[in-house]
C-alpha cells in the first residue's frame, strides 16, 4: 500500500496529511546518509517514549525530512500524548532517572534540550484538537499563515515555497511501531 503521494514540485508533498506507517516513511525518505543518521536518532526518541510509558498514539512528521532535500537538519514532529499517559506513566516507574525522563519529556521547555539529544523537533499534543492544531501549523505554516522561506544554504535555487504543503501521519496505538 502505498499512500505517501509523489513530491508534486520535485520537492514538496501535495497538501494534505496522509496516513502511512513508520515503514512505508523508511521506505521513502532514508535516501541519504543524514536522513539515515537523523532518522535513527529520532527512532530513538521514539524508542526512550515507549520504554517510559509515553507511547503517542499518533504522531505527525512534518518539515525538511518529508521534503526532497538532501540533508534534512532533523525530524520535526508532534505526538499525541494525553496527559492521563504521562501521569500513568509516572505512577508506574519507579526509578527516579525514568521519571526525570518523563518530566524531561513532558515539559515542552526541553524542546532544544531533545533536539539536542536526539535530533528531532519534539512537540506534545495532549488531545486530538492540539494534534489537528499542529497539522494545520505544519501544512500552512505560522508565520502570519506562510510556510517558513525556502533556506538558501540548504535548499536547492529552484525550490518554490508552496502555499501549503503534505505532512505525514502514523498511528503507533494500533501496534506499528513497537
Known amino acids: 500500500m502505498r499512500n505517501i503521494p509523489e513530491f508534486f514540485d520535485n520537492y514538496h508533498l501535495p497538501d494534505g496529511v496522509y496516513e502511512c506507517t513508520i515503514e512505508e516513511i523508511e521506505h521513502r525518505f532514508l535516501f541519504s546518509k543524514k536522513r539515515v543518521y537523523v532518522w535513527g536518532l529520532f527512532k530513538k526518541l521514539l524508542d526512550r517514549l515507549i520504554s517510559l510509558g509515553l507511547k503517542p498514539k499518533t504522531i505527525l512528521i512534518d518539515g525538511s525530512f518529508v521534503t526532497a532535500r538532501e540533508e534534512p537538519g532533523d525530524v520535526d514532529f508532534a505526538a499525541l500524548i494525553p496527559p492521563e499517559t504521562v501521569i500513568t506513566a509516572l505512577a508506574d516507574i519507579k526509578d527516579d532517572h525514568d521519571k526525570q525522563g518523563i518530566y524531561l519529556f513532558a515539559n515542552p521547555n526541553n524542546a532544544d534540550a531533545i533536539r539536542s539529544l536526539f535530533g528531532s523537533h519534539f512537540l506534545i499534543a495532549e488531545n486530538e484538537e492540539y494534534l489537528n492544531a499542529w497539522a494545520n501549523f505544519f501544512q500552512k505554516g505560522g508565520n502570519h499563515g506562510r510556510l517558513r522561506d525556502r533556506d538558501p544554504e540548504r535548499d536547492p535555487e529552484w525550490v518554490i515555497i508552496p502555499r501549503s504543503k503534505g505532512i ?11
Open 168 to 178: 505525514l501521519k502514523v498511528h503507533l496505538d494500533g501496534g506499528d511501531f513497537k
